[in-house]
Each structure stands twice: as structure tokens, then as C-alpha cells.
């Protein structure tokens, strides 16, 4: 079969879901499917997609998901983070399992589902239907999802801990969650996207989140990838930036058999600056790829980004990082820049960090490299008595603490540590070290 | 720098624009069979080559036109081309310089380039290729001497088919892009390159390429094959005169080096760019490619990319040969209309290959410049090495700076590596020259020049010293 074939079985698939909702929802919905039919299903002949080939992903059956009981895997998954909380069991928000607690004035945290049209003038706002297969299809067919509206000057010092779980299903689910992120003028807020699951679970994940910042606003973002090895997982994060706004993310992509995210930023105005950091570690047969999209559109604006990423076994990563400086868009500053480890001869990486320059008064960079470890380091470890295997999977460790040290939540970070640290190799000897 | 004042400079002239009426025999525009069999008639070409030309049309008849590159330019249309054009005098070919058209000589002297007293002073021998013809060799006695043979690829074809036979077209498949098909069906001229095992090429080879007529295409045809543990260096520069319909250039060069060999080929480009408004100038579409096919081998492309309206080449260097070197030196000026797509692929394919990558690009008034380069480690290709870096420059605000580097890394003992930057002329560079009394030309000049010579030290010497006049007049009015 084709992937056009496999795209109309996936719109009948997913026909249920787009009647849901009020009347300017199956509206919305019904123009995505449109999109969604014309689109197709991303193929490698596009460039955006040229070292992932959803083919395979293609070809599954899924269904759409029920409600599940999963409290005991749930609570196995978590990462116990300070906060709100809000957790989706194959995509569904599961209430009993959530903790809203007491919200601050101005700060409103909304399930999706029964709240769709507090999200009337938010949603598909940022990210546009078209952006990919995937994106038209989330629109035409999510089933759930948070909005998190902040008002003008509103602080948020508590993160908001979504936890998206996957459950073992005997038929594979799809799953679409939809995030919305509003910050007003001078906002503030921390979001944690975690996604996690049992180790059976071999559905799919379709997420979009949509960040909207206003002038002055804060939005801490992370993105936290930790599904089953059977899993796939595509996602798309959209932030749009006003006037002195700032945007950071951590995106730490450990799980999944295919996963790709792509991230995409628009500096609308003066003194917008995002810093994306980034993560991914692959062993067996993953497949891990990291788009994203800085767009300069105005004026003193900045960007900063740091991918790293260690590949084992027959394990591939994919990295794009795409800067664009629009024509008049003066005093900009961006720099990129891209490490790889290869741990294996069977690992493979393709990366491809881009500028695209449109203005004269810019200083852009990006560097990458793909090599080993530093032999001078070592042979420092070495002489003092670590032997080679554990001084490699120090120094290994070590490479991916410099983006893991930049996360802010305690629990998380040291979390994601162990994570870490427990998917590089056994022969590394880090048990206990970490 | 004032942007009025600016503006003033960026306006300049192409100072080789002319055109020199000389009578020559070309078949009406069109592309079918029959002009292929024209050509390889003309050109006296045995069976298999007519062959070999016809198989490759029938190739190109099914492909599309390539789309991916950078650059925009309206649709080429193949049949308003014509695909042969020889000056007259081609049919008693001269056996000296004294026998050649008086009016041939006086374009190469407008060019600058006092053929017998360059070749003399620079120990230079010269193929030259006047539109699609090879008019003169010299110092071919000398070279025979050496055993090595520097000829037009239409007398190699004649006089050495088995090295042709063996070699063309193995480098680069004819089916490896659109244009190069193109450049295998309808090649008219081109130059060729044999040194022999264990010879040092006694002289630095060169020749020079000029487009002449109205409306004819160019699809030059290089094949440079170095045996084992010879050496050579080879020159190729090019001018054209000025005119208002596009030109298509479609050359495929050709490089084998077998173990120990060593080939430099360095370029300089200056094609007619089109005019302020790019109406006219070149359309540069070249598939340029050398093989390391022995131990320890080498291949080094320079090139000094200043002309043509649109550019689209990528020199590589497939690297087979255990501890093999691939190299690729560049410096691409692009100013008014121009667009330039340009990098390179190194391929590793065997242990130890190393490459390395300097790519300078400088883009004033309203062109388009883009490194495009991929790095592609191969699992076999144990301890590969690269190092890539691709700095540009721009000059105004209304120009584009790109960089697309590709990178496929699949052996864990690779180190690759790259770094790329952009930015214009630092202020603080210019203010430190100034207040030195230097003016404000000569500074952005000294700068520019001080960008690029990471790059022009890698050029032959005489070479060296015509890039950097190019670049200045490139960019005059731009810089200054």
C-alpha cells in the first residue's frame, strides 16, 4: 500500500473523534482533515523529513483510546514533582489521578476536553495545520490536553506537571494530546511535558503544544521523552514571541522506537531570546531525530542552541537546526551548536545545523561535531586508578551533564540523571555512581 | 560605511565584456538525435562514442530537473540552445602560435593573458578552448617527453580510446544528475589529462575557457587521470563577454588518482554575471567530481567562484583508498543578482581518509550565496577525519548568507567536525584600520582579502596573484 492509502485509513481511523465538540471545534476540525488529506502523511522525498521514514508507522492499526485504570503505573512513572499536576492516561485526562491544588489569581489550568471552548481563540493559533501531516492530523482529531491561560502579570512559582502515561493496549492506540500555553504581558510559568509508559505499550503519541507569549512573559518548558522502546512518538512544540519575551526549553529524548520532535520559534518583536537545549540518547534500534525552526522575523532578537547526543548500538540520530534571519532583521545573535558521541560502529547520526541569513549586522554561528572522547581526559582518569571502561562511561556521563546540569527542577534533573546514566552501557560500571 | 555611498560602489562593469566577431560554424538551436550525431561527427568520433552519447540522451530524456538548490532563475529551455559552435579556422588547426587567428590572440590579450610571454615566463603549458574547439596546445612536446598526455578530450577519444574508454564517464555515472547526462549527450570539447605511474608532471597545466558566441551553450568535458605515485597540477580559468541572454554552462570534470597520486586542480571563475538588475550572464550548473581510488592518494580543489548569474557545483572527492586526502578550498564572491549554491561532498569510504573544508563566502547588493556540503562517514571508513569550516561575509542588507551542512556519520571513530560563521565587516576592524590612515576602501579590501587568504594560499602562485585582482574588482563598488 501507499502512504496516501495509509493516510485515508488513518482519517477513517481517527472520523469519530473530529464530530466531537462544540460547533467552531468540528469547524476547525473538519478544515484539518482537509489538510490532512491533501498533506498526506510526511514522505523521505520531503527535506524536512529526508533521515526519518515514517513508512513503518504507517502501516500500523490504530484505534482510538478508552479510559483505563493505570493508578499503580502512574504513580511507577512519575517523577514525584513539587506542583500541580495533571495526569493523561493514553491521552485521556484522568481526574482522580490529578491535583489541581490552589491556583494563584489569574492562573487557569484547564483539562481540554471539557473546557474546549475556553480554548476557542488559543487554539491552532500558533501552530499551523499545515506545518505537517502530523500537526493536521492532532487538529483534526485530539482528544485531549491542558490549557494553561495565564492573565497579564500572573507568576506561576509552582511547575505544572503533565504526565502523559501509556498503558499496554492488545490493540495499539493513537494518542493525541493538544497543550496550550497562553502567557500575558509579564507572565510566568514553568511547564513539564513527561511522557512515560509500561513497557509493552507500543501505541502512538501525536502531540502539539502551542506556546503564545506576550510582552515580557517567562515560559520554562520541558520536554521529558521517556516512552517504551515499542512506542513512536511525534511531536511538534510552536512558540511565538513578543517584545522582550523569553522562551527556554529542555528537551531530553530518551525514549521511544521513532520519535521526532520538532521545535519551532517565532521572534516576533525586539528583545524576544530563546534558548532551546537538548538531549537525545539512543541504544538498540532507535531512532531519534530533532528538528528545529528559529525564526528571526524582527530586530534584536537572539537565539541559543545546544544539542548533544550519544548514540549506541544500531541506534541513529537525526538533528536539524535551522536558523532563518529575515531581511531587515538587524542586530541579531545566534548560535548553534551540536556534539555527537558515537559509541558504536553500528550508530549512526545525521545532522545538519543551518543558517539562513537575510540581514547584514548578525553574528551567527553554529558549530558541530561528531568524534570521541577527550583522550587527555582520559588518561587523567586512568592514572588515578579508574579503569577504562568506567573513566569512558564518566566521561560519557559527563558529556551529557552539561545539558542535563542546566535543568532548574531538582527532582528532575537528578531523575533524568539516573535515566541517563542507566541507558548508557552496562559496561560503563555507573550503577551506584549517580 | 554610508549606505548611499555604498550603493555607489556596489555599481561597477564588467570589465571583459566584448565580443569577438569571429565567423563560426554552429548547428540551429534544438536538441534531438541528430545534433548528437552532429557533434560526434564533427569531432570524427568513433561508434562506441556515439554510443555512449545517445544512451546518455535517452537517459536525460527521463529526468527532471533538479530542484533543491537555492537559487531561482526561469525555466531553461534546452531546445532554444544551440549545441555546437567552432571558430572557422578549426578545420587547419595552426601548429604554432604564429599561426593562430590574429583575433583569437587579441581576445586572450583584452583578457590580460599574453599567452607566449605567460607561458614562457610561468613555465605554463595551455589547452585552450576558444567556444567548443581546442585551437592551441603548447609545450605538448615537452610533456611528451615526460610521457604525459595533456590533449582535447576529442583527440584522447581518437588517439587513446582504450584510457578514455576505461575512464570517462567513471567518476561521475551518466545517470548521476540531470546535467551531467546532459554534459555526456552533447559534450562538445574538453580537456585531457594522463601522467603516467611515478611521474611528476614537469609543468603546472592550464586552460583557459571562454565563452564566444551568441547562444551557445558550453558543456565542457574534463578527464584527469593520475597512475600510480604521479603527480600534476591543473589550472582552469574562465572569462566571458558580455551579453544579454542567459548562457548555459554544463561542464562534468572527471578525477582519478590511483595510489600515492597526488591532482590539484584549482579554478577561477569569472563567467559573465549577469548585469545590475541580472538580466543576462551564466548559468553555471557543474558536476565536478574526483575519485581517491588508491592508498594514500590525494585530491585538492580550489576554486575562486567570482561570475556567473546562477551557480550550482559542488567539487567532491570520494574518498576509497586507505589514508586517501580530500581537500576543497573555495572562495565564492557573489555581488548584484548572483546566486551561488555551492560546497562539496567528501565521501569516506576507506580507512584513515581524511577532508578537509574551507569555504569563504562573501555576498554583497542583492545576491544569494549558499554552502550546500555533506560529510558522509561510511561504517568501513575507521579513523576518518574531517574538518569543515565555512565563514561568510555580507556586505549591505539586502543580500542572503547561507549554510547547509550536511553531515552522515556512521563508524564511532570519526571525528568530524564543523564550524560556520556569519557576519559583516566588524566595525571595530575598520575603525582600527582607519585611524591609521588607511582609507576606507583599501581597509574593507585588506579585510576582505585578509578573509580569504586561508583560501588563496592554496592557489598555484600566478593564480594567487589574478584571484586576488578578481576578488577586488568583484567587489568593486561593493567594498571598494
Same mark, same amino acid.
Given at each position: 500500500?501507499?502512504?496516501?492509502?495509509?493516510?485515508?485509513?488513518?482519517?477513517?481511523a481517527v472520523?469519530?473523534?473530529?464530530s466531537?465538540?462544540?460547533g467552531?471545534l468540528?469547524?476547525l476540525?473538519?478544515?484539518a482533515? &482537509?489538510?490532512?488529506?491533501t498533506?498526506?502523511?510526511?514522505?523521505?522525498r520531503?527535506?524536512?523529513?529526508?533521515?526519518t521514514d515514517?513508512k513503518?508507522?504507517a502501516k500500523?492499526?490504530?484505534?482510538?483510546?478508552?479510559? $483505563?485504570?493505570a493508578?499503580?503505573?502512574v504513580? &511507577?512513572?512519575?517523577?514525584?514533582v513539587?506542583?500541580?499536576?495533571?495526569?493523561?492516561?493514553?491521552?485521556?485526562?484522568?481526574p482522580?489521578?490529578?491535583d489541581?491544588?490552589?491556583?494563584p489569581?489569574g492562573v487557569?489550568?484547564?483539562?481540554l476536553?471539557?473546557n474546549a471552548?475556553?480554548?476557542?481563540?488559543v487554539?491552532?493559533?500558533?501552530?499551523?495545520?499545515?506545518?505537517?501531516?502530523?500537526?493536521?492530523?492532532?487538529l483534526?482529531s485530539?482528544?485531549?490536553?491542558?490549557?494553561?491561560?495565564?492573565a497579564?502579570?500572573?507568576?506561576l512559582?509552582?511547575p505544572?506537571?503533565?504526565q502523559?502515561?501509556?498503558? #499496554?493496549?492488545?490493540?495499539a492506540v493513537?494518542?493525541?494530546?493538544?497543550?496550550l500555553?497562553?502567557?500575558?504581558?509579564?507572565?510566568?510559568?514553568t511547564v513539564?511535558?513527561?511522557?512515560?509508559?509500561? &513497557?509493552?505499550? #507500543?501505541?502512538f503519541?501525536?502531540?502539539v503544544?502551542?506556546?503564545d507569549?506576550?510582552d515580557g512573559?517567562r515560559?520554562?518548558?520541558?520536554?521529558?521523552q521517556?516512552?517504551?522502546a515499542?512506542q513512536?512518538h511525534?511531536a511538534?512544540?510552536?512558540?511565538q514571541?513578543?517584545?522582550?519575551?523569553?522562551?527556554?526549553?529542555?528537551n531530553?529524548?530518551?525514549?521511544?522506537?521513532?520519535?521526532?520532535?520538532?521545535?519551532?520559534?517565532?521572534?516576533? #518583536?525586539?528583545?524576544?531570546?530563546?534558548?532551546?537545549d537538548?538531549l537525545?540518547?539512543?541504544?538498540?534500534?532507535q531512532h531519534?531525530?530533532?528538528?528545529?525552526?528559529?525564526?528571526?522575523?524582527a530586530?534584536?532578537?537572539n537565539?541559543? &542552541?545546544?544539542?548533544?547526543g550519544?548514540?549506541n548500538d544500531?541506534?541513529r540520530? $537525526?538533528?536539524n537546526g535551522?536558523a532563518?534571519?529575515?531581511?531587515n532583521?538587524q542586530?541579531i545573535?545566534?548560535?548553534?551548536?551540536?556534539?555527537?558521541l558515537?559509541?558504536?560502529?553500528? #550508530?549512526?547520526i545525521d545532522?545538519k545545523?543551518?543558517?539562513?541569513?537575510?540581514?547584514?549586522d548578525?553574528?551567527?554561528s553554529?558549530g558541530s561535531?561528531?568524534?570521541?572522547?577527550?583522550?587527555s581526559?582520559?588518561?587523567?582518569?586512568?592514572?588515578r586508578?579508574i579503569?577504562?571502561?568506567?573513566?569512558?562511561?564518566?566521561?560519557t556521563l559527563?558529556?551529557?551533564?552539561e545539558?542535563?546540569?542546566?535543568?532548574?527542577i531538582?527532582e528532575?534533573?537528578d531523575?533524568i540523571e539516573?535515566?541517563?546514566?542507566?541507558?548508557?552501557?552496562e559496561k560503563f560500571?555507573?550503577?551506584?555512581?549517580? | 560605511?554610508a549606505?548611499?555611498e555604498?550603493?555607489q560602489?556596489?555599481?561597477r562593469?564588467?570589465?571583459q565584456?566584448?565580443?569577438?566577431?569571429i565567423?563560426?560554424?554552429m548547428?540551429p538551436p534544438?536538441?534531438n538525435?541528430?545534433v548528437i550525431?552532429?557533434? %560526434?561527427a564533427k569531432?570524427?568520433?568513433p561508434?562506441?562514442?556515439?554510443?555512449w552519447?545517445?544512451a546518455?540522451f535517452?537517459?536525460?530524456?527521463?529526468m527532471?530537473?533538479?530542484?533543491w538548490?537555492?537559487?531561482?532563475?526561469?525555466?531553461?529551455?534546452?531546445?532554444?540552445i544551440?549545441?555546437?559552435a567552432?571558430?572557422? %579556422?578549426?578545420?587547419?588547426k595552426?601548429k604554432s602560435l604564429?599561426?593562430?587567428?590574429p583575433?583569437?590572440?587579441?581576445?586572450?590579450?583584452?583578457?590580460g593573458?599574453?599567452?607566449h610571454?605567460?607561458?614562457?615566463?610561468?613555465?605554463?603549458a595551455?589547452?585552450?578552448?576558444f567556444?567548443?574547439?581546442?585551437?592551441?596546445?603548447?609545450?605538448?612536446?615537452k610533456?611528451?617527453?615526460?610521457g604525459?598526455?595533456?590533449?582535447s578530450? %576529442?583527440?584522447?577519444?581518437?588517439?587513446?580510446?582504450?584510457l578514455v574508454k576505461k575512464?570517462?564517464?567513471s567518476?561521475v555515472?551518466?545517470?548521476? !544528475?540531470f546535467?551531467?547526462?546532459?554534459?555526456?549527450a552533447?559534450f562538445?570539447?574538453?580537456?585531457?589529462?594522463y601522467?603516467p605511474?611515478g611521474v611528476?608532471?614537469?609543468?603546472e597545466?592550464s586552460?583557459?575557457f571562454?565563452?564566444?558566441?551568441?547562444?551557445?551553450?558550453?558543456?565542457?568535458?574534463?578527464?584527469?587521470?593520475?597512475?600510480?605515485?604521479?603527480?600534476?597540477?591543473y589550472?582552469?580559468?574562465?572569462t566571458?563577454?558580455?551579453?544579454d541572454?542567459?548562457?548555459?554552462?554544463?561542464?562534468?570534470?572527471?578525477?582519478v588518482?590511483?595510489?600515492?597520486?597526488?591532482?590539484?586542480?584549482?579554478?577561477?571563475?569569472?563567467?559573465y554575471?549577469?548585469d545590475?538588475?541580472?538580466?543576462?550572464?551564466?548559468y553555471?550548473?557543474?558536476?565536478?567530481?574526483?575519485?581517491?581510488r588508491?592508498?594514500?592518494?590525494?585530491?585538492?580543489w580550489?576554486?575562486v567562484?567570482?561570475?556567473?548569474a546562477v551557480t550550482?557545483?559542488y567539487?567532491s572527492c570520494?574518498?576509497?583508498?586507505? !589514508?586517501?586526502?580530500?581537500?576543497?578550498?573555495?572562495?565564492?564572491?557573489?555581488? !548584484?543578482?548572483q546566486?551561488a549554491?555551492?560546497?562539496t561532498k567528501m565521501i569516506?569510504?576507506?580507512?584513515?581518509t581524511r577532508?578537509t573544508?574551507i569555504s569563504?563566502?562573501?555576498?554583497a547588493g542583492r545576491?544569494?550565496?549558499s554552502?550546500?556540503?555533506?560529510?558522509?562517514?561510511?561504517?568501513?571508513?575507521?579513523?576518518?577525519? !574531517?574538518?569543515?569550516?565555512?565563514?561568510?561575509?555580507?556586505?549591505?542588507d539586502?543580500?542572503?548568507?547561507?549554510?547547509?551542512?550536511y553531515?552522515?556519520?556512521?563508524?564511532?571513530?570519526?571525528?568530524?567536525?564543523h564550524?560556520?560563521?556569519?557576519?559583516?565587516?566588524?566595525?571595530?576592524q575598520?575603525?582600527?584600520?582607519?585611524?591609521?590612515?588607511?582609507?576606507?576602501?583599501?581597509?574593507v579590501?585588506m579585510?576582505?582579502n585578509g578573509?580569504?587568504?586561508d583560501?588563496?594560499k592554496?592557489l598555484?602562485?600566478?593564480?594567487a596573484?589574478?584571484?586576488?585582482?578578481?576578488?577586488?574588482v %568583484?567587489?568593486e563598488g561593493?567594498?571598494?
Open positions: 500500500m501507499s502512504l496516501s492509502e495509509y493516510t485515508d485509513q488513518w482519517l477513517s472520523m469519530p473523534q473530529v466531537e465538540g462544540p467552531w468540528t469547524d476540525r473538519q478544515g482533515v &482537509e489538510q490532512f488529506a498533506q498526506g502523511l510526511p514522505h523521505a520531503l527535506e524536512n523529513w529526508k533521515y515514517v513503518a508507522l500500523r492499526d490504530f484505534s482510538l483510546p478508552k479510559k $483505563v485504570d493508578a499503580e503505573l504513580a &511507577e512513572k512519575s517523577l514525584g513539587q506542583g500541580l499536576r495533571l495526569v493523561f492516561v493514553d491521552g485521556l485526562f484522568s482522580e489521578l490529578s489541581l491544588g490552589d491556583l489569581k487557569n489550568v484547564l483539562p476536553a471539557d471552548n475556553a480554548a476557542k481563540t487554539l491552532g493559533q500558533v501552530a499551523a495545520a499545515n506545518f505537517s501531516g502530523f500537526t493536521a492530523l492532532n483534526a485530539w482528544q485531549d490536553g491542558v490549557l494553561i491561560d495565564l497579564n502579570n500572573a507568576v512559582e509552582q505544572v506537571y503533565l502523559f502515561v501509556s498503558t #499496554a493496549q492488545e490493540n493513537l494518542i493525541q494530546p493538544r497543550i500555553i497562553k502567557a500575558g504581558v509579564h507572565a510566568q510559568a513539564i511535558e513527561h511522557y512515560s509508559g509500561a &513497557e509493552e505499550a #507500543a501505541s503519541s501525536n502531540v503544544t502551542e506556546v507569549l506576550a512573559a515560559i520554562t518548558h520541558y520536554k521529558l521517556q516512552e517504551s515499542k513512536y511525534v511538534s512544540l510552536h512558540v514571541q513578543q517584545r522582550d519575551s523569553r522562551f527556554t526549553s529542555h531530553i529524548c530518551l525514549g521511544g522506537k521513532l520519535a521526532r520532535q520538532d521545535i519551532q520559534v517565532e521572534l516576533n #518583536a525586539e528583545g524576544a531570546e530563546v534558548y532551546l537538548g537525545y540518547l539512543g541504544n538498540g534500534r531519534l531525530d530533532n528538528h528545529t525552526l528559529v525564526n528571526h522575523n530586530p534584536h532578537t537565539s541559543n &542552541e545546544d544539542y548533544k550519544i548514540l544500531r541506534s540520530g $537525526v538533528f535551522r532563518v534571519v529575515h531581511r532583521a542586530k545573535e545566534a548560535h548553534q551548536s551540536n556534539a555527537n558515537l559509541l558504536s560502529d553500528k #550508530a549512526e545532522t545545523p543551518e543558517l539562513e541569513i537575510y540581514a547584514d548578525v553574528k551567527c553554529h561535531t561528531t568524534g570521541q572522547l577527550d583522550e581526559a582520559l588518561f587523567a582518569l586512568r592514572s586508578g579503569d577504562e571502561a568506567m573513566a569512558r562511561g564518566l566521561l559527563a558529556f551529557a551533564n545539558v542535563i546540569d542546566r535543568i532548574e531538582p528532575v534533573h531523575q539516573e535515566a541517563v546514566a542507566g541507558r548508557l552501557p560500571n555507573l550503577k551506584g555512581l549517580v | 560605511m549606505s548611499q555604498m550603493e560602489l556596489v555599481r562593469e564588467y570589465k565584456g566584448f565580443v569577438t566577431d565567423e563560426t560554424e548547428v534544438g536538441l538525435e541528430d550525431r552532429f557533434i %560526434s569531432k570524427d568520433e561508434q562506441w562514442m556515439l554510443d552519447r545517445l546518455a535517452e537517459q536525460w530524456k527521463q527532471e530537473h533538479p530542484e538548490a537555492h537559487v531561482n532563475f526561469p525555466e531553461v529551455d534546452f531546445q532554444a544551440s549545441y555546437y567552432a571558430p572557422k %579556422s578549426s578545420e587547419d595552426p604564429d599561426e593562430v587567428d583575433k583569437l590572440l587579441e581576445t586572450y590579450e583584452k583578457l593573458i599574453p599567452l610571454e605567460r607561458a614562457a615566463l610561468a613555465g605554463v595551455m589547452d585552450m578552448v567556444d567548443s574547439v581546442s585551437v592551441t596546445t603548447t609545450f605538448k612536446e610533456l611528451g617527453e615526460a604525459v598526455i595533456f590533449c578530450i %576529442s583527440e584522447a577519444i581518437r588517439e587513446h580510446p582504450e575512464y570517462l564517464g567518476v555515472p551518466v545517470t548521476d !544528475n546535467y551531467a547526462a546532459l554534459n555526456c552533447v562538445s570539447d574538453g580537456s585531457f589529462v601522467v605511474k611528476k608532471c614537469p609543468m597545466l586552460t583557459y571562454r565563452i564566444n558566441a551568441e547562444n551557445t551553450g558550453q558543456f565542457e568535458r574534463t578527464l584527469i587521470v593520475c597512475e600510480e605515485g604521479a603527480q600534476v597540477s589550472l582552469e580559468g574562465c566571458a563577454p558580455m551579453r541572454e542567459n548562457q548555459l554552462h554544463a561542464a562534468v570534470v572527471e578525477l588518482a590511483l595510489e600515492n597520486a597526488d591532482i590539484k586542480y584549482s579554478t577561477v571563475q569569472n563567467w554575471p549577469g545590475e538588475e541580472g538580466k543576462g550572464g551564466i553555471n550548473f557543474v558536476t565536478k567530481r574526483g575519485e581517491c588508491g592508498d594514500n592518494s590525494k585530491i585538492s580550489t576554486q567562484e567570482t561570475g556567473s550550482w557545483k567539487p570520494v574518498l576509497k583508498g586507505k !589514508n586517501s586526502v580530500g581537500e576543497f578550498y573555495s572562495v565564492a564572491v557573489t555581488n !548584484n543578482m546566486q549554491d555551492t560546497g569516506h569510504v576507506g580507512e584513515g577532508s573544508i569563504k563566502g562573501i555576498s545576491s544569494d550565496q554552502y550546500r556540503g555533506l560529510v558522509k562517514v561510511l561504517p568501513g571508513a575507521k579513523g576518518a577525519r !574531517n574538518f569543515t569550516q565555512c565563514d561568510s561575509l555580507l556586505i549591505g539586502q543580500c542572503g548568507a547561507h549554510t547547509f551542512p553531515q552522515e556519520i556512521a563508524n564511532s571513530t570519526a571525528q568530524v567536525e564550524e560556520a560563521t556569519t557576519s559583516k565587516i566588524g566595525e571595530d575598520l575603525f582600527y584600520c582607519r585611524q591609521r590612515g588607511i582609507s576606507e576602501e583599501d581597509a579590501n579585510i576582505v578573509f580569504c587568504k583560501v588563496f592554496e598555484p602562485m600566478e593564480f596573484v589574478e584571484a586576488e585582482a578578481l576578488l577586488n %568583484s567587489l561593493a567594498v571598494g
